[in-house]
């Protein structure tokens, strides 16, 4: 079956820009993570969305970060005025409702470059 | 918070040899300790998993074991292949739902 779907899966962008990253988890999964990987590095922790509960921020490095998750799937991670070391792999999860805490299944990640 | 040290960074063993990738955790409140693979340019994908009421943890070529007075797991491929290259990621959770992840290992088997 699909998996987790993000898009794009490369973007390059001018330092001071915008951007939006998208991810569609797995149809039905109601957890969604947003994480952070620096080149060489393990992945950071962003933010969680868990059904309708507020979502659990404290990962999020800067003000510049925000997410949103509308209805309950897709969700879009948005980064104001990006900065160089904005520049990394962004991947999403998802968990099954169903399924043990923790199984969480990845999205191929975007990958982002601020020039 | 937690805090999730990983070693080495990188590991070459010959095909067939056996890959030892070991994990130290922080926080005794951690209670689940999933190992991902991470392809180039795919995202992690999970290859076992244990939990802090078992000791150790086998599916075929990979076991997994907890040391839980010790706050420290570790990895075990054996009779390794090619295709066993990529890299590793320990992580460690406190049932907040968030994983706290190592920094990697990057495996090389040598055909």
Redesign the interface.
């Known amino acids: 079956g699909a998996g987790?779907s993000q898009s794009p899966s490369n973007k390059v962008t001018e330092k001071g820009k915008d951007v939006e990253l998208r991810c569609d988890p797995i149809s039905g999964h109601t957890?969604l993570?947003w994480?952070r990987q620096s080149l060489?590095?393990?992945?950071?922790?962003l933010i969680?969305f868990?059904g309708n509960s507020a979502p659990?921020k404290s990962?999020l490095p800067s003000d510049r970060f925000s997410a949103e998750r509308t209805g309950g799937s897709v969700s879009t991670l948005t980064i104001q005025r990006t900065q160089q070391e904005d520049s990394a792999v962004y991947?999403c999860?998802s968990?099954p409702p169903s399924g043990?805490?923790?199984?969480?299944?990845?999205?191929?990640?975007t990958r982002l470059t601020v020039l | 918070g937690e805090n999730v040290e990983q070693h080495p960074s990188t590991l070459s063993v010959q095909e067939g040899d056996s890959a030892v990738i070991k994990c130290t955790y922080s926080d005794s409140a951690s209670n689940y300790f999933p190992w991902y693979k991470q392809e180039l340019g795919k995202g992690p994908q999970l290859i076992i998993d244990i939990r802090s009421n078992v000791g150790e943890k086998k599916d075929q070529r990979i076991a997994v074991t907890l040391n839980k007075t010790a706050k420290h797991f570790s990895l075990h491929i054996t009779e390794t292949q090619p295709e066993d290259s990529a890299v590793y990621f320990c992580a460690a959770d406190t049932g907040r739902r968030a994983l706290t992840f190592g920094s990697g290992t990057r495996l090389q088997v040598q055909p």
């Open positions: 987790v957890a993570y994480y060489g590095q393990g992945l950071e922790f969680y868990q659990d990962g991947l999860a968990i043990l805490a923790n199984e969480q299944f990845f999205g191929p990640g």
